[in-house]
C-alpha cells in the first residue's frame, strides 16, 4: 500500500465549475500538509500548506485536513482555464524533507 | 528572479556517463532537498541539506548518486555511470528551518539516459 493515495484523473471540468481533489493516506504521523499545482514540463508550484488538522482558505482555494479520516482536500471555486494542470497532494511528518506526494490529479478546465 | 534555480534545463547524456546538476536555492533558505519525478508519478524525495549538512539520504540514492552543498549555498547532484533508468526530471526545493518549512520547487532538471 502507498503511504498516499491520490486519484489520478483526469478530470475536466466546465469554467466555473467548483473542483473537488482529494487524497488518502495511511501514516497518522503526518502533519504536514500540502498542495502543489504543476504544468507540464515545469516544477510543482506551492499552492497551499496546513500544519495538522482544519481549513485554510486562499482565495479561490480552500484546503481541508481530516486526521482522523487520513483525508485531505483542495477546493477550487469558479474554476478557471488557466487552472488546468496536474494538482498534487504532499504530505510529511516532519516538514518539507521527505515529503510523500500522491501521484498527480490531471485537472483540464473547458472554457 | 528570486525563486530556486536549476541548471540545467535539459541534459541528454549516454549510458555509462557522468552527469551533475546544479541548484541555486532562495538567497535565506537554509535547507535544500533533492527530489526525483519520473513521468505519471509524483517527486520522491533523493536527500537534504540543512545549510552544509547532509542531514538525510533516501534509499533511492544509490552509491551512483553524491550531493554537495559546499558553504551551505548552490548544492550539486552528481549521478555517475548513468543508467537508462535514471531518466526523471530531479527537481530541488528550499525551505527555512522549522517551523516555517514551505518548500518551493526549482523548474527542473529533465535527464534523458540514451
Known amino acids: 500500500q502507498k503511504e498516499v493515495e491520490q486519484d489520478p484523473g483526469p478530470l475536466s471540468v466546465p469554467e466555473g465549475a467548483i473542483v473537488s481533489l482529494n487524497c488518502t493516506y495511511s501514516n497518522s504521523a503526518f502533519q504536514y500538509f500540502m498542495w502543489y499545482r504543476q504544468y507540464s514540463r515545469k516544477g510543482p508550484e506551492l499552492l497551499m500548506y496546513t500544519y495538522s488538522s482544519g481549513n485554510k482558505e486562499d482565495g479561490r482555494f480552500t484546503a481541508q485536513v481530516d486526521k482522523s479520516s487520513k483525508y485531505i482536500s483542495l477546493f477550487i471555486r469558479d474554476s478557471q482555464p488557466s487552472d488546468s494542470a496536474t494538482y498534487l497532494c504532499?504530505?510529511?511528518?516532519?516538514?518539507?524533507?521527505?515529503?510523500?506526494f500522491g501521484t498527480g490529479t490531471r485537472l483540464t478546465v473547458i472554457p | 528572479d528570486t525563486g530556486v534555480s536549476q541548471n540545467p534545463r535539459h541534459k541528454i547524456t549516454k549510458r555509462g556517463q557522468n552527469v551533475t546538476f546544479r541548484c541555486d536555492p532562495i538567497?535565506?533558505?537554509?535547507?535544500l532537498y533533492w527530489y526525483r519525478q519520473t513521468l505519471g508519478q509524483g517527486p520522491e524525495f533523493l536527500t537534504y541539506f540543512q545549510n552544509e549538512a547532509q542531514l538525510e539520504k533516501s534509499r533511492l540514492l544509490s552509491d551512483r548518486f553524491s550531493a554537495e552543498r559546499p558553504k551551505g549555498s548552490f548544492s550539486t547532484l552528481e549521478i555517475q555511470r548513468t543508467e537508462q533508468g535514471d531518466s526523471a526530471m530531479y527537481l530541488c526545493?528550499?525551505?527555512?528551518?522549522?517551523?516555517?518549512?514551505?518548500?518551493?520547487f526549482g523548474q527542473g532538471t529533465r535527464l534523458t539516459v540514451v
Open positions: 504532499a504530505m510529511s511528518e516532519t516538514g518539507a524533507n521527505n515529503l510523500f
Open positions: 526545493a528550499s525551505s527555512l528551518a522549522p517551523p516555517n518549512t514551505e518548500a518551493f
Open positions: 538567497s535565506e533558505h537554509n535547507r
